[in-house]
């Protein structure tokens, strides 16, 4: 098969960068002689190679190149919104044509407008988040099926696969306004994982593993992901039945971060201002144990959201989420700042990079300190209520007794109210996933009810 070509992007990334700059102060002339208060204009370059196995055999390879130009005007408090992905003239007048006769037709909103001008980021600079290679599909192809075969081999209880895959992603971006800001990001991303397959019949488990870097080099070897995968499937063989009750339960580390995701859900401005969250006037009070904290990180080097401005220009800091439990700030953009009568917190486009702080050693040391309970290592279903905070999930994962694992359990559900489960969080391991922006390890609450067959 023949090498994807993504040299405009990734050997002429700076070029591209310069190109789409160019393009944007254009757009941004456009609207303020179309009679624009203000303007703002993204400018978007993805290229990107996904390989997909399974039992050996190739299933997809797909190469992607898009484009998005997006162009929004202010008259006065009336925004109006257009986009392109042809950079023909015609149609870029036509785009902020749009834009401007949908901003003169659209009611007024107070809140509407550009971020504050004196927030704009004024120190611009890369966080190493930039490391392309060429985007070749024999390649990727020859580490899909080395990640499966690995897996497959490791023991014949092995008997199928739902395949392996291979992707790539190099992306440019620029964010221009009339503010005069002018702020330009590139982005590479890779991954690759497994998902096998154990057992028989009614007996069969699956399981898998993954991988995903912003510099190809640092993805776990595709042996080692096979391997890993087919360890997962395995573990799960013949799960034994729970009996309902309320127990320990640890979630590990990959799970834990959804319960960070549900907190800065429930702490984020459009939940706020419509009054659909579980922590409405949150800030200031402690919502969790007095030594939690959580740390939002934009200038952490490879970090998955680092960025010196967010994605309306504001520069954006290093600040606490939770200190000693206590709730520092939401998690806002201008538009929800101005609905709440504050200010933003440089999260247009969401968080960061979020440090979840450990107080407890890795994994095995929390199954020594939980002593008895459920590890749950698989969620399903969505179960929890924004407004409510009220958690119920499928999950799946292992019996823990004397501090060790016993056996494999699945088929039960796990509730509670993710007020009181935030509450009774009592240790953070520091066996950190760091496949995510939430850096998070295990995190250990002191009783939910686990309801069995």
């Not at 659909?276 to 959580?294: H, N």
């Not at 409510?388 to 699945?410: C, K, L, M, Q």
């Not at 509730?415 to 520091?430: P, Q, R, T, W, Y």
């Amino acid at each position: 098969m023949p090498t994807t070509d993504p040299a405009s992007i990734t050997d002429d990334s700076q070029l591209r960068l310069q190109q789409l700059s160019a393009l944007a102060q254009q757009l941004l002339e456009r609207a303020r002689a179309a009679g624009a208060d203000q303007c703002e204009v993204t400018c978007n370059e993805d290229a990107g190679l996904a390989v997909n196995v399974r039992m050996g055999e190739v299933e997809t390879v797909e190469s992607t190149r898009d484009r998005r130009i997006g162009v929004t005007v202010y008259f006065g408090r009336r925004k109006g919104s257009a986009s392109t992905a042809d950079l023909r003239e015609d149609s870029l007048a036509a785009t902020v044509a749009q834009a401007c006769a949908i901003a003169r037709h659209t009611e007024e909103d107070p809140h509407a407008g550009l971020a504050d001008a004196a927030l704009m980021a004024t120190t611009l600079r890369e966080f190493d988040t930039w490391h392309p290679v060429a985007f070749d599909a024999d390649r990727a192809i020859a580490r899909a099926l080395e990640c499966e075969a690995a897996g497959r081999a490791v023991d014949a209880r092995i008997g199928n696969s739902d395949g392996a895959s291979v992707n790539m992603n190099a992306s440019l971006g620029v964010y221009a306004n009339s503010h005069g800001f002018l702020g330009s990001e590139r982005r590479t991303s890779y991954s690759a994982g497994c998902a096998l397959i154990a057992g028989e019949g009614e007996r069969m488990q699956r399981d898998g593993w993954y991988s995903v870097a912003l510099a190809q080099g640092d993805l776990e070897t595709p042996d080692a992901i096979g391997r890993k995968a087919a360890q997962r499937a395995l573990a799960r063989l013949d799960p034994r039945p729970l009996a309902t009750g309320q127990v320990p339960v640890l979630f590990s580390a990959e799970m834990a971060r959804s319960l960070i995701a549900s907190f800065v859900n429930a702490i984020s401005g459009s939940a706020l201002y419509r009054r659909a969250s579980f922590l409405p006037d949150s800030a200031g009070t402690r919502v969790f144990p007095d030594w939690f904290a959580i740390e939002e990180n934009p200038f952490l080097p490879r970090g998955f959201r680092s960025a010196a401005f967010d994605a309306e220009g504001v520069a954006t800091r290093r600040s606490l989420l939770v200190e000693h439990g206590i709730v520092q700030r939401y998690v806002l953009g201008s538009y929800a700042a101005r609905k709440l009568g504050l200010q933003t917190t440089a999260n247009a486009g969401g968080v960061h990079n979020l440090d979840v702080r450990a107080n407890a050693g890795d994994l095995d040391a929390l199954l020594r300190g939980m002593g008895r309970g459920l590890l749950v290592t698989g969620l399903m279903g969505q179960g929890v209520n924004a407004i409510t905070g009220d958690y119920s999930r499928g999950a799946a994962g292992f019996w823990v007794e004397n501090g060790e694992i016993a056996h494999p359990v699945d088929g039960i559900t796990i509730a509670g109210n993710l007020k009181d489960m935030f509450a009774a969080i009592e240790a953070v391991g520091s066996d950190v996933d760091a496949r995510s922006h939430v850096r998070t390890g295990s995190i250990l609450v002191g009783r939910m009810t686990v309801a069995g067959r």
